[in-house]
């Protein structure tokens, strides 16, 4: 079945850097739309950037732009969302959606149906 684990979340500090990890299983990721999202305590869930399934491009939201980066690894059926220059207000849960239907890049939670069990990261000093 499709499965979505991330992982690579943590406590560090403004500044600094992580680098998350989402390993799929069930299906083969860079033939569909995925995407990453966060959800701050007492926020709603928020894009943070998406994958196109029918040329790879990627997108990602003016908040996290110039900082953040996702990349791939076909081999490992994996992807990563590395994050740089990180503020306190990037605290929240960060999770790896996809939706094997979707024809198309999407900043909409609605448009995906299999999530990841989400890992925390918490910028402070």
């Known amino acids: 079945q499709v499965q979505l684990v991330e992982s690579g979340g943590g406590l560090v500090q403004p500044g600094g850097s992580l680098r998350l990890s989402c390993a799929a299983s069930?299906?083969?990721?860079?033939?569909?739309?995925i995407a990453w999202f966060r959800q701050a305590p007492g926020k709603e869930r928020e894009a943070v950037s998406c994958?196109?399934?029918?040329?790879?491009?990627?997108y990602y939201k003016d908040a996290v732009k110039g900082r953040f980066t996702v990349s791939r690894d076909n081999a490992k059926n994996t992807i990563y969302l590395e994050m740089n220059s990180l503020k306190p207000e990037d605290t929240a849960v960060y999770y790896c959606?996809?939706?094997?239907?979707?024809?198309?890049?999407?900043?909409?939670?609605?448009?995906?149906?299999?999530w990841g069990q989400g890992t925390q990261v918490t910028v402070s000093s």
């Open positions: 069930g299906f083969t990721l860079n033939s569909h739309a």
């Open positions: 959606a996809t939706d094997l239907g979707l024809e198309h890049s999407s900043f909409f939670a609605s448009d995906y149906n299999y």
């Open positions: 994958i196109s399934p029918s040329d790879g491009n990627i």
